[in-house]
C-alpha cells in the first residue's frame, strides 16, 4: 500500500492506494497554519488513521509547496513560511519510524498525471498548476526530475518571455513574492486573469464569474481571456523550447477552463523556434487529486 499526503496551505489531505492505484482511503483536515510541530504531528495523524482504516502498513510519500534543499537538506522556497528552513523529511522520518519521500508538489502532480493520467504512456511529462500561484514540474520516466538544485520545472519564476506593450503595461504585476520582478507567475496564474480583467474593466471578480461573463459574450471578458491565452502560450512555448516534452498536462483552477485547448495550441507555434508544435496540451485527469496520488506514488511501482 502507497500513502500519499499533500501538505497545503489551508488542508492536509491523505489517500492509501493499493498496489493496482485503487483509493483505498481519503481524508482531509485543516493545516496548523504557522506551527510546524502541529503540522508534523497532523500528518503522522493522518498516516495512523490511514493504516487504522486499512489494516495495512504503507510507504509514505509527501507534496509540500516548497522544495528539500540539496545543500542544506531543508525546506526552501515554500510559501507556506513556516516551513522554510526545516528539516521536514528527517523529523518525519524520525516521528514515523520509517523513510519518507518528500517532493515539490507541482512534480506530484507530473508524477501522477504520468503514471496513470493524461500523461500516461509519455516519457517526459511537464506538468503546469495555473491556480492562485503558477508551477511546474517534471517527470520523466513516471518519477520526478527534481534537478540538482531542487527548482527543475520552475519556469513560473522566470520572467514572461517576449512581453508586448500590453504586458509591460499589465496592472498585475509587482514583485513577485520570490522578490524577483515580472514573473510568469504574475501573468498565468488565475490571480493574474483576475487582476488584468479589473484592470480592464474596474471591477473586481473571482475568476468563475469571469468564464460565466465570457460565456455571456462580455467583450471585456474576452479581451482579458485573449491577454491569457497568449501570455500562456508565450510561457509554454518557451518551456518547449528548454525541455521540449512529450505531453503538457494542465492542473489548478484555470485548467477548468475548456476553451485553452482549443486555442492555445495553435498560438504556442508562434512562439517555438521553428514554428512547429505538435506538443500536446492535456487537463490533469485526476483534477485536484492529482498531487495527493502523486505523492503515494513517489514510491514508484515494484
Given at each position: 500500500?502507497?500513502?500519499?499526503?499533500?501538505?497545503?496551505?489551508?488542508?492536509?489531505?491523505?489517500?492509501?492506494?493499493?498496489?493496482?492505484?485503487?483509493?483505498?482511503?481519503?481524508?482531509?483536515?485543516?493545516?496548523?497554519?504557522?506551527?510546524?510541530?502541529?503540522?508534523?504531528?497532523?500528518?503522522?495523524?493522518?498516516?495512523?488513521?490511514?493504516?487504522?482504516?486499512?489494516?495495512?502498513?504503507?510507504?509514505?510519500?509527501?507534496?509540500?509547496?516548497?522544495?528539500?534543499?540539496?545543500?542544506?537538506?531543508?525546506?526552501?522556497?515554500?510559501?507556506?513560511?513556516?516551513?522554510?528552513g526545516q528539516p521536514f523529511d528527517a523529523d518525519l522520518r524520525e516521528l514515523l519510524k520509517r523513510e519518507v519521500r518528500v517532493a515539490n508538489d507541482a512534480n506530484c502532480l507530473a508524477v501522477s498525471e504520468a503514471v496513470d493520467g493524461a500523461g500516461a504512456g509519455f516519457p517526459v511529462v511537464f506538468a503546469v498548476i495555473i491556480g492562485t500561484g503558477c508551477g511546474a514540474g517534471i517527470a520523466l520516466n513516471e518519477q520526478v526530475h527534481c534537478g540538482g538544485n531542487g527548482v527543475a520545472g520552475e519556469w513560473g519564476h522566470n520572467p514572461l518571455p517576449w512581453q508586448n506593450e500590453s504586458d509591460r503595461q499589465f496592472k498585475g504585476v509587482t514583485?513577485?513574492?520570490?522578490?524577483?520582478?515580472?514573473?510568469?507567475?504574475?501573468?498565468?496564474?488565475?490571480?493574474?486573469?483576475?487582476?488584468?480583467?479589473?484592470?480592464?474593466?474596474?471591477?473586481?471578480?473571482?475568476?468563475?464569474?469571469?468564464?460565466?461573463?465570457?460565456?455571456?459574450?462580455?467583450?471585456?471578458?474576452?479581451?482579458?481571456?485573449?491577454?491569457?491565452?497568449?501570455?500562456?502560450?508565450?510561457?509554454?512555448?518557451?518551456?518547449?523550447?528548454?525541455?521540449?516534452?512529450?505531453?503538457?498536462?494542465?492542473?489548478?483552477?484555470?485548467?477548468?477552463?475548456?476553451?485553452?485547448?482549443?486555442?492555445?495550441?495553435?498560438?504556442?507555434?508562434?512562439?517555438?523556434?521553428?514554428?512547429?508544435?505538435?506538443?500536446?496540451?492535456?487537463?490533469?485527469?485526476?483534477?485536484?487529486?492529482?498531487?495527493?496520488?502523486?505523492?503515494?506514488?513517489?514510491?514508484?511501482?515494484?
Amino acid at each position: 500500500m502507497r500513502i500519499g499526503i499533500d501538505l497545503g496551505g489551508t488542508k492536509i489531505e491523505v489517500i492509501a492506494l493499493s498496489e493496482q492505484g485503487q483509493e483505498l482511503f481519503r481524508k482531509r483536515v485543516d493545516t496548523p497554519r504557522f506551527d510546524y510541530q502541529q503540522t508534523l504531528l497532523a500528518i503522522a495523524g493522518l498516516v495512523n488513521d490511514a493504516e487504522t482504516a486499512t489494516g495495512e502498513k504503507g510507504s509514505v510519500g509527501i507534496g509540500i509547496p516548497g522544495t528539500l534543499s540539496p545543500v542544506t537538506g531543508r525546506v526552501k522556497n515554500a510559501n507556506s513560511v513556516w516551513l522554510n528552513g526545516q528539516p521536514f523529511d528527517a523529523d518525519l522520518r524520525e516521528l514515523l519510524k520509517r523513510e519518507v519521500r518528500v517532493a515539490n508538489d507541482a512534480n506530484c502532480l507530473a508524477v501522477s498525471e504520468a503514471v496513470d493520467g493524461a500523461g500516461a504512456g509519455f516519457p517526459v511529462v511537464f506538468a503546469v498548476i495555473i491556480g492562485t500561484g503558477c508551477g511546474a514540474g517534471i517527470a520523466l520516466n513516471e518519477q520526478v526530475h527534481c534537478g540538482g538544485n531542487g527548482v527543475a520545472g520552475e519556469w513560473g519564476h522566470n520572467p514572461l518571455p517576449w512581453q508586448n506593450e500590453s504586458d509591460r503595461q499589465f496592472k498585475g504585476v509587482t514583485d513577485c513574492y520570490c522578490g524577483k520582478p515580472g514573473c510568469t507567475e504574475l501573468f498565468i496564474s488565475g490571480t493574474g486573469f483576475m487582476a488584468d480583467y479589473a484592470a480592464l474593466s474596474g471591477e473586481t471578480c473571482k475568476g468563475a464569474e469571469i468564464i460565466r461573463r465570457l460565456s455571456q459574450g462580455d467583450l471585456i471578458a474576452e479581451q482579458a481571456m485573449a491577454n491569457y491565452e497568449q501570455r500562456l502560450a508565450k510561457a509554454l512555448g518557451q518551456a518547449v523550447n528548454m525541455l521540449d516534452p512529450d505531453v503538457i498536462v494542465l492542473g489548478g483552477g484555470m485548467s477548468n477552463v475548456d476553451r485553452l485547448y482549443q486555442t492555445v495550441p495553435a498560438l504556442i507555434r508562434s512562439w517555438v523556434f521553428g514554428g512547429e508544435c505538435d506538443t500536446p496540451i492535456r487537463k490533469a485527469v485526476h483534477g485536484d487529486s492529482s498531487g495527493v496520488r502523486g505523492a503515494a506514488w513517489l514510491w514508484p511501482k515494484a
